[in-house]
Every structure is written in C-alpha cells, then in structure tokens.
C-alpha cells in the first residue's frame, strides 16, 4: 500500500489541501478542487496513484475552525469511498 504524507502546516483554505494532495496523487490537471471531484478519484481511474494508498496528514492541531471542518468533511468523502465502493484509501490526521 502507498503512502502519501501531507504537512498541514501553513494550510488557511481548503485549496491548499488540494494544491497539496492532487500533485501527490498523479492527478490530471482537468481534477476539480471539490469534494465531489475528490470522491470520484478515489475510485481510481483518474489519478497516476491507484488505490490501495493512505493519505496521513500531520501538524492538524493548528487549524483554523474551517479548516478542522472541511478536514472532517475529507474524512467523511474517503469512508464514503470505502464503504459505497470497497476501495483501499484511508486517511489519518495526526
């Protein structure tokens, strides 16, 4: 299983999430920055990176109130992967 380790160190707004996982994930420049967009590539399919991975992202504990809220909301997309689709991606906040 890949692992793709991410800092959240300095992230203000979801796009920088994005800015920060879509190059690591190999995904196409047409990749749309929404939650949406993010559920189908997990899927496979879409990105140079295929399922099985894990996503872990460090230093969370600094986040601003959107932040921690749009994290949980990137939690809730990679369960919903998993369980609608029985795909391997996981993602840990540390």
Do not use: C
Request: aromatic share 10%; proline share 5%.
């Amino acid at each position: 299983m890949q692992l793709i380790e991410l800092d959240a160190s300095g992230w203000a707004k979801p796009l920088d999430f994005y800015l920060a996982l879509l190059p690591r994930l190999g995904a196409p420049e047409w990749h749309g920055l929404n939650l949406d967009a993010l559920y189908d590539s997990l899927l496979g399919d879409i990105n140079a990176v295929e399922p099985p991975f894990t996503v872990t992202i460090a230093n969370i504990d600094n986040l601003s109130a959107e932040m921690a809220d749009f994290m949980a909301r990137v939690t809730t997309v990679f369960a919903d992967a998993r369980r609608d689709y029985g795909v391997e991606v996981t993602l840990q906040l540390i």
